[in-house]
Nanobody
Framework: EVRLVESGGGAVQVGGILRLSCATS????????VGWFRKAPGQQREVVAC????????FYSNFAKGRFTISSDKATNTVFLEMTNLKSNDAAVYYC??????????????????????WGLGTQVTVSS
């Protein structure tokens, strides 16, 4: 059974830092692409960053470049999203997703989200001024 469990969300002030974790199990971690997506109230879910675990290829949305870093720990099958200099419009529910059919991180970012196989339940990030 594939499981994706997000953690690390919470309340932070503008300019603060959070590190999200996505603990995964049930699939060959190194063969998958894992991504972070977010959904703010009243908005569509959007891609934040994706990582091809095997070769380390990454994709970042423009708003994430320079502020967010996606990484993984192959020993624990965990994917992280470190978010720095948080802004009020970064507040959202952050979701982890994984798929073994998509060959690249950019591919996960471009494909319709309905095609992505596995999703976590999300973790809430609140940013206050």
């Amino acid at each position: 059974e594939v499981r994706l469990v997000e953690s690390g969300g919470g309340a932070v002030q503008v300019g603060g830092i959070l590190r999200l974790s996505c603990a995964t199990s049930g699939f060959p971690f190194a063969e998958y692409v894992v991504g972070w997506f977010r959904k703010a109230p009243g908005q569509q879910r959007e891609v934040v960053a994706c990582l091809a675990i095997g070769d380390g290829e990454t994709f970042y949305s423009n708003f994430a470049k320079g502020r967010f870093t996606i990484s993984s720990d192959k020993a624990t099958n965990t994917v992280f999203l470190e978010m720095t200099n948080l802004k009020s419009n970064d507040a959202a529910v952050y979701y982890c997703a994984a798929d073994g059919r998509i060959p690249t991180a950019e591919g996960m970012a471009l494909i319709g989200q309905g095609w992505i196989d596995y999703w976590g339940l999300g973790t809430q990030v609140t940013v206050s001024s």
